[in-house]
């Protein structure tokens, strides 16, 4: 798979993939020299990190085949885990669910968390609002998927929270 530093989606496919006895392998995208908690979980889990300057990110098929192309069983994960399977994932969370909440709040990059809260919280019947806090300038990418999808009338997005780029902050 595919993450920057300080992305959700590299321990939690690390976690993942050892509960379901699988190898990981995440290309990081990684200008700087950074450690961070987010990549000492996934190592902890096992997953292999493969640091790749910005230019070679941005063709991830071509990476990806480069080297695994010849390992037959080894599958590819968009960055952040977009795709419509990950958004089926992402709907079985409210399965687990004891009592239907009155709103959900999560971090969103690439949409695909909260169109699978949405598709689960219809499966389920509930009233429950998803609010997504916008951790990339996305903010009218993401509420097009959501509109697309017919996820308009359950999920907003809120871009008060972008301090100039993914992971930055201020006091």
Request: glycine fraction near 10%.
């Amino acid at each position: 798979t595919f993450g920057g530093a300080y992305s959700n989606h590299l321990p939690a496919t690390a976690c993942a993939g050892a509960a379901l006895g699988l190898k990981t392998t995440c290309f990081l995208r990684a200008d700087e020299d950074i450690e961070n908690h987010y990549q000492f979980a996934a190592k902890m889990y096992g997953m292999n990190l493969i640091p790749t300057e910005r230019g070679a990110y941005r063709n991830k098929q071509l990476l990806f085949d480069q080297h695994f192309g010849h390992h037959e069983n080894a599958f590819f994960i968009a960055e952040g885990g977009e795709s419509a399977e990950a958004e089926l994932g992402v709907a079985e969370i409210i399965d687990e669910l004891q009592q239907e909440p009155d709103i959900i709040v999560h971090a969103s990059a690439t949409a695909t968390t909260a169109t699978g809260l949405a598709r689960g919280i219809v499966r389920r019947g509930w009233k429950t609002k998803v609010l997504s806090i916008a951790v990339l300038k996305n903010e009218a990418e993401q509420t097009q998927k959501f509109q697309a999808g017919g996820w308009g009338n359950i999920v907003t997005v809120n871009a008060d929270f972008d301090f100039g780029g993914y992971a930055k902050m201020n006091a």
